[in-house]
Nanobody
Framework: QVQLVESGGGLVQAGGSLRLSCAVSGSIFSINYMGWYRQAPGKERELVAH???????YYVDSVKGRFTISRDNAKNTVYLQMNSLKPEDTAVYYC?????????WGQGTQVTVSS
């Protein structure tokens, strides 16, 4: 059984920073893809950033220059450093990993940015 445990969400003022973590545990021996998604109220879930096993990263335009995704392969953990946060970044943030052809999601962590 594979589990993803997210942490690091919370309430922050505009311009502030948060760091999200997602630790993967269980029977997964090779993680090819690790990503962060978010879903704001009334909106569809969207990809925020992802990182491949080779370290190639992707960011949605709205977070480029503000967010940084990284991974620690030894710890099976992916991080999302979020700086210069804006009220429009408010959402539930989910991590997703793909390993051995299977997709796994975390339970989500709330990020709220006040103006």
């Amino acid at each position: 059984q594979v589990q993803l445990v997210e942490s690091g969400g919370g309430l922050v003022q505009a311009g502030g920073s948060l760091r999200l973590s997602c630790a993967v545990s269980g029977s997964i021996f090779s993680i090819n893809y690790m990503g962060w998604y978010r879903q704001a109220p009334g909106k569809e879930r969207e990809l925020v950033a992802h990182i491949t096993s080779g370290g190639v990263t992707y960011y949605v335009d709205s977070v480029k220059g503000r967010f940084t995704i990284s991974r620690d392969n030894a710890k099976n953990t992916v991080y999302l450093q979020m700086n210069s946060l804006k009220p429009e970044d408010t959402a539930v943030y989910y991590c997703k990993v793909i390993g051995m052809g299977r997709h796994y999601w975390g339970q989500g962590t709330q990020v709220t940015v006040s103006s």
